[in-house]
């Protein structure tokens, strides 16, 4: 979780990771866990026949979404998201990988995204983008990608971009996709050096968003359950 880990500790949450490739996810009970971050990874939704944890991800995250829990996905698991709700996933013309900023919608200007809207850089490193379903809004986009973030209800957040990935985490990730980047015309050494630049600042970002989240869940009660979507057994 970079960054977002320390932040998360310092309000009293004690955090654990899941491995759910290791189908380490089965033994998580979806009402005992007071917060669920779901993270991304290299695979896409489409896989979902061939990385049969991804449904399990999804019935996870659509049980939350049913009771109203605090649930947050990021990259992939924003689209995880998306397709527990009754949204789609699909894949762009081109991936989007690089640091800039999004730019808030009216709506994102209200919620806990307002600290971005001066311009800040985020990570992007992605190439699906999801499609909302009827009733759920986008939160922010950029010109490759219209919806970059939407809530859903009050305690569910889905971020397409990445807020809490820290230099260590993007220098890694540049050194074992240095393919990827030649393919999309990225030269890795600007790339790195872009990132150790706005490092700083995509750590405040991280921390003044998050915090916003945080304070605005904290002390929720359980919602009226959605029956907008059918309940899966789990």
């Known amino acids: 979780m970079g960054t977002l880990r320390s932040l998360l500790e310092s309000r009293g949450y004690r955090t654990s990771y899941r491995d759910a490739a290791a189908g380490r996810i089965r033994s998580i009970d979806p009402l005992d866990v007071d917060m669920l971050v779901v993270l991304g990874g290299p695979m896409q939704v489409k896989d979902a026949e061939r990385h049969l944890f991804l449904q399990e991800e999804i019935d996870l995250i659509r049980v939350r979404c049913h009771y109203g829990l605090p649930t947050l996905g990021i990259c992939l698991g924003a689209q995880l998201i998306c397709c527990a709700i009754g949204g789609e996933v699909r894949e762009m013309s081109q991936p989007e990988i690089g640091i800039e900023p999004v730019v808030l919608t009216d709506q994102g200007r209200r919620s806990c995204l307002l600290p971005l809207g001066s311009g800040t850089p985020v990570l992007h490193w992605h190439r699906d983008e999801f499609v909302l379903p009827p009733g759920v809004v986008s939160l922010a986009a950029t010109p490759r990608c219209p919806a970059q973030a939407f809530m859903y209800g009050s305690s569910t957040l889905a971020l397409q971009f990445h807020l809490e990935t820290d230099i260590e985490q993007i220098s890694s990730r540049i050194h074992r996709n240095r393919r990827e980047l030649s393919e999309a015309g990225i030269d890795p050494t600007g790339f790195r050096a872009r990132a150790r630049e706005e490092a700083q600042r995509l750590r405040h970002a991280c921390h ?22 059918h309940l899966p057994a789990f």
């Open 208 to 229: 003044a968003v998050m915090t916003r989240w945080l304070d605005e869940i904290d002390g929720l009660t359980v919602e009226e359950p959605n029956a907008s979507f």
